[in-house]
């Protein structure tokens, strides 16, 4: 049995609606599923012109080898995608993301209080936007470097591949495999080149872990994602990734944490919500991290003191002003390694 004929197929029509809607997209050659924004999932029959735009692609990056995948970005029907050409069980399919076509906004888009969010970025160190796979993490960085002056702060990012195309001539930006090798490469450049501001789009090796935080501890302000559980969890997936002699410099040099996920209900009747907690590392902070991950709980009260919500905080907000249920925030509003006082 194949996977369509076990799975309820949706007319053309609405394929072609979800389609324009999608936030994920799996395309091949006779099937395409899309995900939209509110958690909806849509499956049907490739329609014609997505069909040939999937063939164009076939014939542009599939070069023989029926094993390597290939990673990029494309223009397509007015948006731009974030692509992953590979084969599978299944036949050749491309994951596709749908990109922002412009900053998006902290409260218009993602419902979040630049208030929040601004101390975390002012002055020198390294500020970690935190989160599971499609949290939203990397959105929410562009929308705080959005609301930084580019003048002034002299902006340079380093992604893979370029997500939001800032429209200030005085931001450089760089793609990992189009205009420089290696993330690392790409953070040194962006010292040589009178950078204050560098954001690094994702921390997935050693090699960008150590070089983003050499950069912090030079002066500069840097930003980036990294993948993490909870807040809790930050530092400690940091502090696996950095070179063991620079634990005292994590520690010293680190600004701001801040983790999140979006939490999305099935339906358009309802405004997907976000869930998160953040830490401004202060002084208090920084002895905590020198004493080891052990003494993180300890963090709980610098959040308290700050007047900073827990991500139990955020999600009973969201139950008490009836935006979900209790149900829906349990895996958020269960405390169990997570920064609070419970710990």
Not at 21 to 49: C, K, M, Q, S
Not at 230 to 251: K, P, Q
């Amino acid at each position: 049995m194949s996977y369509a004929s076990s799975t309820l197929v949706a007319d053309d029509e609405l394929v072609s609606n979800s389609l324009s809607a999608g936030r994920n997209i799996l395309l091949t050659e006779n099937y395409v599923e899309t995900t939209d924004y509110h958690g909806i999932t849509t499956f049907g029959r490739t329609p014609p012109i997505w069909k040939d735009f999937f063939q164009r692609n076939m014939s542009e990056k599939v070069r023989g080898s029926q094993m390597k995948s290939s990673h990029y970005t494309t223009e397509y029907l007015g948006n731009r995608f974030r692509c992953c050409l590979a084969n599978s069980q299944k036949g050749w399919g491309i994951s596709m993301r749908t990109l922002p076509l412009k900053i998006p906004s902290l409260r218009d888009d993602l419902q979040l209080d630049w208030n929040i969010i601004r101390e975390l970025t002012e002055g020198a160190g390294l500020t970690l936007f935190a989160g599971r796979m499609g949290s939203g993490k990397s959105t929410t960085m562009a929308a705080a470097i959005g609301q930084l002056d580019p003048r002034s702060a002299q902006i340079a990012t380093v992604e893979d591949p370029i997500e939001v195309i800032y429209p200030s001539h005085s931001i450089i930006q760089r793609e990992i495999g189009t205009h420089v090798e290696t993330f690392a490469e790409a953070i040194r450049d962006c010292v040589r080149q009178s950078r204050t501001t560098i954001v690094v789009s994702e921390i997935r090796d050693s090699e960008t872990a150590n070089a983003a935080l050499l950069a912090a501890s030079t002066g500069h302000s840097v930003f980036a994602t990294i993948h993490a559980d909870n807040a809790f969890d930050i530092y400690t997936r940091m502090s696996a990734l950095i070179d063991s002699r620079y634990e005292r410099v994590l520690a010293r040099n680190l600004r701001g944490l801040w983790w999140q996920h979006v939490v999305r209900f099935g339906t358009a009747e309802r405004k997907p919500l976000p869930v998160y907690e953040s830490l401004v590392v202060d002084n208090e902070a920084r002895n905590i991290f020198e004493k080891g991950t052990t003494a993180l709980p300890m963090l709980a009260s610098v959040m308290e003191r700050q007047k900073r919500k827990n991500m139990a905080d955020v999600a009973m907000g969201h139950v008490m002003q009836q935006r979900a249920t209790r149900e829906e925030m349990a895996e958020y509003i269960n405390r169990r390694n997570r920064l609070n006082n419970d710990q």
